[in-house]
């Protein structure tokens, strides 16, 4: 049973940072593209960034560029996005998410999704 799980959200002031992680089982996580994905309340879920297998390619949201960062580790089974310069704009659950394909996680189409994990940022 494939299983994605995210945790580390939290409440913090703006200008404040954060790191969400989110680990996988159930699937060879080295063969999975992965990508982190949010939803504001009432509105349309958006990707926010996403990387290949190995970590060397990757792309971000232009409202998130420059401010997180998403890595991974294979070893560990483990996606991170360090979230820095936080503002309430940036409130959201944050969901991560795996599929086979590049193309698919950069579309905002994963296969598998975990339950999020709730981002709030105070002014």
């Known amino acids: 049973q494939i299983q994605v799980a995210e945790s580390g959200g939290g409440l913090v002031q703006a200008g404040g940072s954060l790191e969400l992680s989110c680990t996988v089982s159930?699937?060879?996580?080295?063969?999975?593209?992965m990508g982190w994905f949010r939803q504001a309340s009432g509105e349309e879920r958006e990707a926010v960034a996403w990387?290949?297998?190995?970590?060397?390619?990757?792309g971000y949201s232009d409202s998130v560029k420059g401010r997180f960062t998403i890595s991974r580790d294979n070893a560990k089974n483990t996606l991170y996005l360090q979230m820095n310069d936080l503002q309430p704009a940036d409130t959201a659950m944050y969901f991560c998410?795996?599929?086979?394909?590049?193309?698919?996680?950069?579309?905002?189409?994963?296969?598998?999704w975990g339950q999020g994990t709730q981002v709030t940022v105070s002014s």
């Open positions: 159930g699937l060879s996580f080295g063969d999975y593209s």
């Open positions: 998410a795996a599929d086979k394909f590049f193309h698919s996680v950069a579309v905002g189409e994963p296969s598998y």
């Open positions: 990387t290949g297998e190995s970590g060397g390619l990757s």
